[in-house]
């Protein structure tokens, strides 16, 4: 197997017209190599010099032995269909989410009501009266009570933000300013990790906290 300088896509680019054969068409690679790596005086002549710096960054070498075909997408060049498989699937997004609400050591119950309030699927007030049903929102465990929506009161409300502030100084977590429960959800999973029982703790508690919120509000 035989490669050519000007058939490989370092030199020829995206456009082939617009780079021209210097001397011999059919001049191979190695022609071009000495023990050390590319002739780079030789490459001056053919190609121009920002083609030999992208070369120079490649750090080609030569191997004895004969040419072999590499696939770049494993660590030792070997072709596998499961890597393959990996380059030609479609990948969906990474979900937060579904990779922190499901744990075997939680209860349900409190995965459930955190599933629940994504979907708006929890009784509060403002979601009550987004179905066409009359009736006046007040919050009922708030210092300074404001209309009760899910947000405020797992996240905007008064004792929502004095247990999301005590958890995260407890877990030396330094908080942004954030509105939205989703938002917090989401935040303090990034911030997580599930390879120690510490970081596993950590992602877990936003589930506990929620859970406690919610039970605040039923019992309120």
């Known amino acids: 197997m035989a490669l050519h300088i000007f058939g490989d896509s370092a030199v020829r680019g995206k456009n082939k017209s617009e780079n021209l054969v210097v001397g011999d068409a059919k001049l191979k690679v190695n022609e071009v190599m000495e023990d050390t790596g590319p002739n780079y005086e030789l490459l001056r002549e053919l190609v121009p010099e920002e083609v030999v710096e992208k070369i120079r960054r490649f750090g080609l070498r030569v191997c004895q032995g004969e040419d072999l075909c590499v696939w770049k997408h494993t660590v030792d060049g070997e072709f596998t269909t499961k890597s393959a498989w990996e380059v030609i699937r479609k990948h969906g997004l990474n979900c937060t989410w579904r990779r922190w609400l499901w744990q075997d050591f939680v209860p349900k119950k409190m995965s459930f009501i955190c599933w629940r309030a ?15 049903i009359p009736i006046v929102s007040k919050c009922s465990y708030c210092l300074h009570p404001q209309v009760e929506t899910l947000n405020h009161i797992l996240c905007e409300g008064d004792g929502a933000k004095q247990v999301w502030k005590f958890f995260a100084e407890a877990c030396q977590l330094q908080l942004p300013h954030i509105r939205k429960w989703e938002g917090m959800m989401s935040f303090w999973w990034e911030h997580s990790m599930r390879s120690s029982q510490v970081g596993w703790t950590h992602g877990v508690l936003p589930i506990i906290i929620l859970w406690a919120l919610w039970k605040a509000r039923c019992l309120a």
């Open 118 to 132: 994504r979907r708006k699927a929890i009784p509060v007030d403002d979601i009550i009266r987004s179905i066409r």
